[in-house]
Nanobody, 120 residues
Framework: QVQVVESGGGLVQPGGSLRLSCAAS????????VGWYRQGPGKERELVSV???????NYADSVKGRFAISRDNAKNTVYLQMNSLKPEDTAVYFC??????????????WGQGTLVTVSS
């Protein structure tokens, strides 16, 4: 069974850094596009960043220049490096992945989320 699991969240002071990981496990052919989303307190879920299968990246305006998304296909893992964190970055961060299953069917998976709290 294919699963997507996030890790790396925690409490960090303003200006600090965290690196989130999104790891896919199970039996599948490959991972296509992967996106990081976040949902802050009382807010709707929003797209933070996305990386395509060939490494093309996009970012929300609010995180451009501070966050960097990358992927290690050998480890089936996508990372979100978050620098210069602000209190408004506080949210549960979710990973969403399009995974190509055996038989070449594409299926979409969400992780359970990891909490990032930016506070002094």
């Amino acid at each position: 069974q294919v699963q997507v699991v996030e890790s790396g969240g925690g409490l960090v002071q303003p200006g600090g850094s965290l690196r989130l990981s999104c790891a896919a496990s199970g039996i599948f052919f490959s991972i296509a596009d992967v996106g990081w989303y976040r949902q802050g307190p009382g807010k709707e879920r929003e797209l933070v960043s996305v990386i395509s299968s060939d490494g093309v990246t996009n970012y929300a305006d609010s995180v451009k220049g501070r966050f960097a998304i990358s992927r290690d296909n050998a480890k089936n893992t996508v990372y979100l490096q978050m620098n210069s964190l602000k209190p408004e970055d506080t949210a549960v961060y979710f990973c969403n992945a399009d995974i190509i299953l055996l038989g070449l069917k594409k299926s979409n998976y969400w992780g359970q989320g990891t909490l990032v709290t930016v506070s002094s």
